[in-house]
């Protein structure tokens, strides 16, 4: 799998910047445990769904309302919400 790197900003202000699989847990395990957690609830992933077994951004990132939060991914897009 190719490196997906991540820019996060807020405001227009870069906050954080990383690449996928820097700091990571493995995978599988990750993957493992969403599946057997799926199933203990009736639950089930089907054909063609996407499991992201992880975060490139910082679990703890304080956004204040009335700001804006851009997360930029290569090769697959940007999202942006403000938060009221």
Not at 49 to 55: F, K, N, W
Request: aromatic share 4%; glycine share 10%.
């Amino acid at each position: 799998m190719d490196t997906i790197d991540m820019r996060a900003s807020i405001n227009n202000v870069p906050v954080f910047q990383s690449a996928s699989g820097e700091g990571l847990v493995d995978p599988i395990n990750s993957a493992l445990w969403l599946v057997n957690d799926l199933i203990a609830r009736g639950n089930y992933l089907s054909a063609g769904d996407i499991v992201a077994t992880g975060s490139i951004i910082p679990m703890l990132l304080q956004i204040l309302p009335g700001q804006e939060l851009k997360v930029e991914l290569s090769g697959v897009g940007d999202a942006s919400a403000r938060f009221l």
